[in-house]
């Protein structure tokens, strides 16, 4: 028997205990967790800074803040994420107990990337936790110090029977997935998520796929575009490039390509003054096998800007590229570098055709001064997300789910949508064996006249929260009522 499955067997013993059940238990695995983060900072920050040449701020911003913040944002409203959850009534169920009760899948298998190794395999964590569910994590080998960091420490903060920390590469990965589970949640490739769905597809397990996609951003030309290139070399340029909702490319009007260049030219030298090459904020690409791809993207493109590389250090500084076309080799596949290709649309109509043309995004970013341009690129376009006149930091807010749609992904999480994707949404109708006179219209012989009271029972919607007010508002008016006519009787 593989340590896979052994590790998943004892998951599934441990969790068929109950143990995970009492709120009182999820809470203290959170807090073991939360621990975890602020006690082992610096190991964390140490693994980051060898797997992608990350500073230790970048490493709290990026990685370990929102982190906490879900922690955080979890213990505090597990309760009521927890509780169940009353529905609307018609008339069948009007004297019944319904409700939706959230309860545990069971064995959560989650596979992290190895970008954000941290941040985007310990987010889907906190749900699982939270959610009452036994976890297999399975870090990504490729970011290798951070996947030997969490294998070695996390297990001394969370209950060791029920999370469990599975190191490897893509045999062990493949032996993982042989398994049965109630559930996988995979940050990654297309290419894997297909392999990771056709694998749950064995047992119907159902998936979360986050995947990635070339996110497209269009600059109108009558936006702030000094601004506009300031956030999009910000988002773009964090990590590397290696961020999956980083804008992969631009659309713009030719007119504005020249000063987009300039204008992204003078972000860069403002946030790394000296170089990219020398500043401890700017990353490096994970490996020599990522370098040589990134770099073979360039081929049949015009360098507008940057373009320096160095496969020793595995750096390759902000680069701009001009003259790309949609059969260019830079178009063909999500860049995940710090390579941004702009491509030259005439107006917001071509550009909407040139996106809805492609697989759906991850994110779609739109820069205009006009409410009725954004709602136009809305209302035509589909992806995950859209985002306007900002990058990347629809992410930080929890509220929004977020996922992808079609190549994209399936599936969403953060915060409250994580606990509701890693729980079984258990409907409840609570009845009562009486009322057998107005039960009758579903028993046969069936007639006209029961079918016609069906029909009304089925098709009268109503809220029973408005009702109930109203009742009360009856009974207030009523009580009011007996009282002034009791005053106005004895005086």
Same mark, same amino acid.
């Given at each position: 028997?593989?340590?896979?499955?052994?590790?998943?067997?004892?998951?599934?013993?441990?969790?068929?205990?109950?143990?995970?059940?009492?709120?009182?238990?999820?809470?203290?695995?959170?807090?073991?967790?939360?621990?975890?983060?602020?006690?082992?900072?610096?190991?964390?920050?140490?693994?980051?800074?060898?797997?992608?040449?990350?500073?230790?701020?970048?490493?709290?911003?990026?990685?370990?803040?929102?982190?906490?913040?879900?922690?955080?944002?979890?213990?505090?409203?597990?309760?009521?994420?927890?509780?169940?959850?009353?529905?609307?009534?018609?008339?069948?169920?009007?004297?019944?107990?319904?409700?939706?009760?959230?309860?545990?899948?069971?064995?959560?298998?989650?596979?992290?990337?190895?970008?954000?190794?941290?941040?985007?395999?310990?987010?889907?964590?906190?749900?699982?936790?939270?959610?009452?569910?036994?976890?297999?994590?399975?870090?990504?080998?490729?970011?290798?110090?951070?996947?030997?960091?969490?294998?070695?420490?996390?297990?001394?903060?969370?209950?060791?029977?029920?999370?469990?920390?599975?190191?490897?590469?893509?045999?062990?990965?493949?032996?993982?997935?042989?398994?049965?589970?109630?559930?996988?949640?995979?940050?990654?490739?297309?290419?894997?998520?297909?392999?990771?769905?056709?694998?749950?597809?064995?047992?119907?397990?159902?998936?979360?796929?986050?995947?990635?996609?070339?996110?497209?951003?269009?600059?109108?030309?009558?936006?702030?575009?000094?601004?506009?290139?300031?956030?999009?070399?910000?988002?773009?340029?964090?990590? $590397?490039?290696?961020? $999956?909702?980083?804008?992969?490319?631009?659309? $713009?009007?030719?007119?504005?390509?020249?000063?987009?260049?300039?204008?992204?030219?003078?972000?860069?030298?403002?946030?790394?003054?000296?170089?990219?090459?020398?500043?401890?904020?700017?990353?490096?690409?994970?490996?020599?096998?990522?370098?040589?791809?990134?770099?073979?993207?360039?081929?049949?493109?015009?360098?507008?800007?940057?373009?320096?590389?160095?496969?020793?250090?595995?750096?390759?500084?902000?680069?701009?590229?001009?003259?790309?076309?949609?059969?260019?080799?830079?178009?063909?596949?999500?860049?995940?570098?710090?390579?941004?290709?702009?491509?030259?649309?005439?107006?917001?109509?071509?550009?909407?055709?040139?996106?809805?043309?492609?697989?759906?995004?991850?994110?779609?970013?739109?820069?205009?001064?006009?409410?009725?341009?954004?709602?136009?690129?809305?209302?035509?376009?589909?992806?995950?997300?859209?985002?306007?006149?900002?990058?990347?930091?629809?992410?930080?807010?929890?509220?929004?789910?977020?996922?992808?749609?079609?190549?994209?992904?399936?599936?969403?999480?953060?915060?409250?949508?994580?606990?509701?994707?890693?729980?079984?949404?258990?409907?409840?109708?609570?009845?009562?064996?009486?009322?057998?006179?107005?039960?009758?219209?579903?028993?046969?012989?069936?007639?006209?006249?029961?079918?016609?009271?069906?029909?009304?029972?089925?098709?009268?919607?109503?809220?029973?929260?408005?009702?109930?007010?109203?009742?009360?508002?009856?009974?207030?008016?009523?009580?009011?009522?007996?009282?002034?006519?009791?005053?106005?009787?004895?005086?």
């Amino acid at each position: 028997m593989s340590r896979q499955q052994l590790a998943v067997q004892q998951a599934r013993r441990s969790f068929q205990t109950g143990r995970t059940k009492p709120l009182e238990f999820r809470i203290q695995q959170l807090r073991g967790l939360q621990s975890f983060i602020q006690e082992r900072q610096g190991d964390i920050k140490d693994a980051l800074q060898k797997d992608l040449g990350k500073s230790e701020l970048a490493s709290e911003l990026y990685d370990i803040l929102v982190v906490e913040s879900e922690i955080k944002l979890s213990m505090t409203k597990l309760a009521e994420w927890a509780a169940p959850r009353p529905v609307e009534k018609n008339l069948f169920t009007i004297t019944d107990e319904v409700y939706v009760k959230p309860e545990p899948l069971g064995v959560v298998l989650i596979i992290g990337p190895w970008n954000y190794p941290w941040s985007l395999t310990l987010l889907p964590l906190v749900g699982a936790i939270a959610a009452g569910n036994a976890v297999i994590v399975k870090p990504s080998e490729i970011s290798s110090h951070s996947s030997k960091v969490m294998k070695e420490l996390l297990p001394l903060y969370l209950d060791k029977d029920l999370y469990q920390v599975v190191e490897g590469g893509v045999p062990e990965t493949q032996e993982l997935l042989k398994q049965r589970f109630d559930h996988i949640f995979y940050t990654g490739s297309t290419t894997v998520g297909k392999l990771v769905m056709e694998a749950a597809a064995r047992y119907l397990t159902p998936v979360t796929l986050e995947l990635g996609g070339k996110s497209p951003c269009y600059i109108d030309k009558n936006c702030d575009i000094s601004t506009a290139c300031r956030r999009i070399t910000w988002a773009k340029f964090i990590n $590397c490039g290696q961020t $999956c909702i980083a804008p992969d490319f631009l659309l $713009c009007e030719p007119s504005i390509q020249n000063r987009v260049v300039e204008e992204i030219k003078k972000s860069i030298k403002k946030f790394y003054p000296d170089s990219p090459n020398s500043s401890e904020d700017y990353g490096r690409i994970i490996n020599q096998r990522q370098f040589k791809r990134l770099m073979g993207l360039m081929e049949g493109c015009t360098v507008a800007l940057g373009g320096d590389a160095d496969e020793a250090k595995g750096y390759i500084g902000p680069t701009v590229l001009k003259n790309v076309t949609a059969e260019s080799k830079v178009m063909q596949e999500e860049i995940f570098g710090p390579l941004l290709p702009i491509i030259s649309v005439d107006g917001v109509e071509e550009a909407i055709q040139f996106i809805n043309e492609r697989e759906k995004p991850l994110v779609l970013y739109v820069f205009s001064y006009d409410d009725k341009l954004i709602k136009k690129v809305i209302a035509e376009t589909s992806s995950g997300a859209v985002v306007a006149n900002d990058c990347v930091v629809h992410f930080l807010d929890s509220a929004l789910p977020f996922g992808g749609v079609g190549h994209s992904g399936m599936g969403r999480y953060r915060g409250r949508h994580t606990f509701d994707q890693l729980s079984n949404l258990r409907s409840c109708m609570i009845k009562k064996l009486t009322m057998e006179g107005f039960n009758s219209m579903r028993y046969p012989p069936h007639t006209d006249r029961k079918v016609s009271w069906a029909r009304r029972a089925l098709l009268t919607r109503f809220n029973i929260r408005r009702l109930q007010n109203l009742v009360i508002l009856a009974i207030l008016t009523g009580l009011a009522a007996f009282v002034v006519q009791r005053f106005l009787h004895s005086s």
